[in-house]
């Protein structure tokens, strides 16, 4: 059973500053792998989507790395926002999406 | 087309009743999620369907759930006998696959939610 986990499940930064979010799964048989933002009470909004085949995704401030062999992606947010506050989702697709319990990003002005 | 739409998007019942929600997918799209989500975790998988045809279903899944996508379109969730434990945002996505000639990523979208808070 795939597992799905992120880390550090919170965190705070000041503003402008560059941070990593980290995601790690046990079964590296994945058709891809999408990061999500989730604002309270919203939905999911897609942020970047890697297909197994790649390595990397850039979308403005942020980048997404997959490392298929060792299991871990990484999403890079550069130059920190107080509106990039919110909880990031990382999911990978085997036949549907397997979530992580997300990390709670703060960004303080 | 404006992307996944979901109705009701809050639902408060009393113990015991019946609950159905709603979901339109984005138009072209060939799959239909449902997760449920509860606070402070990730979304979990419920059941999907490609087209009309439900393909698997998790076994979070109980017998008072049931789900249906009759003409490959929208699609309908309904909780029967409601419980406390079902309190919790009801999430639906599209995706399109399997196309040949178009490029599919199986980019997951998601509706903004249904709320189920059971007295």
């Known amino acids: 059973k795939q597992e799905v986990t992120q880390i550090p499940a919170a965190l705070s930064v000041p503003e402008g500053e560059n941070l990593v979010l980290n995601c790690s799964f046990t079964?590296?048989?994945?058709?891809?792998l999408q990061w999500f933002r989730q604002d309270p009470g919203k939905g999911l909004t897609s942020l970047l989507l890697?297909?197994?085949?790649?390595r990397e995704q850039t979308s403005g401030r942020l980048n997404a790395s997959l490392d298929k062999s060792s299991g871990r992606s990484t999403l890079y947010i550069a130059a920190s926002q107080p509106g990039d506050s919110a909880t990031y989702l990382c999911?990978?697709?085997?036949?549907?999406?397997?979530f992580g319990s997300g990390t709670q990003l703060t960004v303080l002005p | 087309d404006t992307g996944v739409s979901q109705n009701p998007r809050h639902k408060i019942t009393k113990r015991g009743q019946n609950v159905t929600f709603r979901c339109d997918p984005i138009?072209?799209?060939?799959?239909l999620y449902w997760y449920r989500q509860t606070l402070g975790q990730g979304p979990e998988f419920l059941t999907y369907?490609?087209?009309?045809?439900?393909?698997?279903k998790s076994r979070l899944l109980s017998d008072r759930f049931s789900a249906e996508r009759p003409k490959g379109s929208f699609s309908t969730l309904e909780i029967q006998r409601t419980e406390q434990g079902d309190s919790a945002m009801y999430l639906c996505?599209?995706?399109?696959?399997?196309?040949?000639?178009?490029?599919?990523?199986?980019?997951?979208?998601f509706g903004e939610g249904s709320r189920l808070t059971v007295l």
């Open positions: 138009s072209e799209h060939n799959r």
């Open positions: 369907f490609q087209n009309e045809a439900q393909l698997e």
């Open positions: 999911a990978v697709s085997n036949r549907q999406l397997t």
């Open positions: 996505a599209s995706s399109l696959v399997g196309l040949a000639g178009v490029v599919n990523t199986g980019e997951l979208f």
């Open positions: 079964d590296s048989a994945i058709y891809n």
């Open positions: 890697i297909q197994s085949s790649q």
